[in-house]
T-cell receptor
Framework: TQLLEQSPQFLSIQEGENLTVYCNSS?????LQWYRQEPGEGPVLLVT?????EVKKLKRLTFQFGDARKDSSLHITAAQPGDTGLYLC???????????FGAGTILRVKS | GAGVSQSPRYKVTKRGQDVALRCDPI?????LYWYRQALGQGPEFLTY????????KSGLPNDRFSAERPEGSISTLTIQRTEQRDSAMYRC???????????????FGPGTRLTVL
């Protein structure tokens, strides 16, 4: 059983389109992180959200943490081929505990 | 460099042999994690350390897998009597530049691709 459910599992879109990736759980997290992984590389941290309802923006990427701190979303505006990769959400229950990773969303942006 | 390093990057071994995978974390990082990752999937937790103490090894698949971090820096993941099903990408990550740092933001190494023939 996956503690963090990510959807969709795979997304193939055209350059310029918008998309949203979802990360859902029945558990409450003290923080939630989003990572991006390119082929042949390790995951790289994009952002950490901590407060329920928090919204963070990173250029064309918008991250939101649910009010109850059980879910999160990543929205990409005007996707570009360079956005292609595996997007991972990871939740932290409490300080000192391990991260729980979702299964990931594979994004392919075609030019 | 200043990042997490792992060695070897690729390891091919025969079934039944033992292998040792090494992780050199970012200097000063308190926590060190080992994961296994299938292609196109999220990392699967194996074990983690705070300093030299192994905090959680619940993700280790069986007793052929073990890990140590004797001086609180470099860590070794050892797989004894390897089997074909052990073939995977093994990743290491480190976090917490300070013991009091709250957020567990992880920095990943490039991984070791293990192939068991």
């Amino acid at each position: 059983t996956q503690l963090l459910e990510q959807s969709p599992q795979f997304l193939s879109i055209q350059e310029g389109e918008n998309l949203t990736v979802y990360c859902n759980s029945s558990s409450v997290f003290s923080s939630l992180q989003w990572y991006r992984q390119e082929p042949g590389e390790g995951p790289v941290l994009l952002v950490t959200v901590v407060t329920g309802g928090e919204v963070k923006k990173l250029k064309r990427l918008t991250f939101q943490f649910g009010d109850a701190r059980k879910d999160s979303s990543l929205h990409i505006t005007a996707a570009q081929p360079g956005d292609t990769g595996l997007y991972l959400c990871a939740g932290e229950w409490e300080y000192g505990n391990k991260l729980v990773f979702g299964a990931g969303t594979i994004l392919r942006v075609k030019s | 460099g200043a990042g997490v390093s792992q060695s070897p990057r690729y390891k091919v071994t025969k079934r039944g042999q033992d292998v040792a995978l090494r992780c050199d974390p970012i200097s000063g990082h308190v926590s060190l994690y080992w994961y296994r990752q299938a292609l196109g999937q999220g990392p699967e937790f194996l074990t983690y350390f705070n300093y030299e103490a192994q905090q959680d090894k619940s993700g280790l698949p069986n007793d052929r897998f073990s890990a140590e971090r004797p001086e609180g820096s470099i860590s070794t993941l050892t797989i004894q009597r390897t089997e074909q099903r052990d073939s995977a990408m093994y990743r290491c990550a480190s976090s917490r530049p300070l013991a009091g740092r709250v957020r567990n933001e992880q920095f990943f190494g490039p991984g070791t691709r293990l192939t068991v023939l």
